[in-house]
């Protein structure tokens, strides 16, 4: 693929051998985007697992010290007696059993994050197959699913976010835009880090973080020396 004549000069302020410290990837990530938006950087990290296997799966949430950017738009699937909890708490969208034969009939999903109550589970099973494959489905291991619908709601606001592996082993997760600080990026960096190892399978061997990559959107990647991370 060929890349425009401002990525290839870019691309020349990056060494492609050495491993940057986080302090300097954060400032080259912010000095290679000049997109006129507030470009995502995004952290992308090779892990040494075998994603055939099911108890090598790494997956977690973590609330960011820093915004990763606007605030993500909310359904909660919700018994009608909770229905205003919810709002309160700052759902986008609320409902129970008409919501989902709607979404069930229109196919349509026109929200970021879906949160659910227990007693909403079975409901939701008629629209697996639409939030399913867009990893919408609500989950007790992203808690998504609760019986405190106001924390769940909250957190999401507040920025938390669900990562997991890919089917080729990465984790691919935005840590901040280019209007935050060097610093910031860097915090927000060591924070995913920290919950990737936290959730390290016991099956995994050898080098479990084998590489952290750090670009900003259309920009070139930076590798990081992943000993220098907290």
Request: glycine fraction near 6%.
């Amino acid at each position: 693929m060929a890349h425009s004549k401002r990525y290839n000069e870019l691309k020349k302020l990056v060494d492609p051998k050495k491993l940057y410290t986080p302090e300097e990837a954060a400032e080259l990530a912010k000095k290679t985007s000049t997109t006129k938006f507030d470009a995502s950087i995004e952290v992308h990290i090779n892990l040494g697992i075998d994603v055939k296997k099911g108890d090598q799966q790494v997956r977690s949430t973590i609330i960011f010290p820093h915004s990763i950017g606007k605030a993500k738009k909310v359904i909660a699937f919700v018994p009608a007696d909770k229905e205003k909890d919810a709002k309160d708490a700052g759902a986008d969208i609320v409902g129970g059993e008409e919501l989902i034969a709607e979404i069930a009939s229109s196919g349509k999903i026109n929200f970021e994050v879906a949160v659910a109550t227990p007693d909403m589970m079975p409901k939701l099973a008629k629209v697996a197959k639409i939030l399913g494959p867009s990893g919408l489905m609500p989950n007790p291991k992203t808690d998504t699913v609760g019986t405190n619908i106001k924390k769940m709601i909250e957190d999401v606001k507040k920025g938390k976010v669900a990562f997991k592996n890919d089917a080729t082993g990465n984790i691919h997760q935005s840590v901040g835009k280019a209007s935050l600080s060097p610093k910031e990026i860097v915090e927000n960096l060591n924070v995913l880090i920290d919950a990737v190892r936290k959730v390290k399978p016991a099956a995994s061997k050898g080098t479990y973080i084998n590489s952290v990559t750090l670009a900003s959107t259309m920009g070139p990647g930076i590798k990081v020396d992943p000993a220098k991370l907290a």
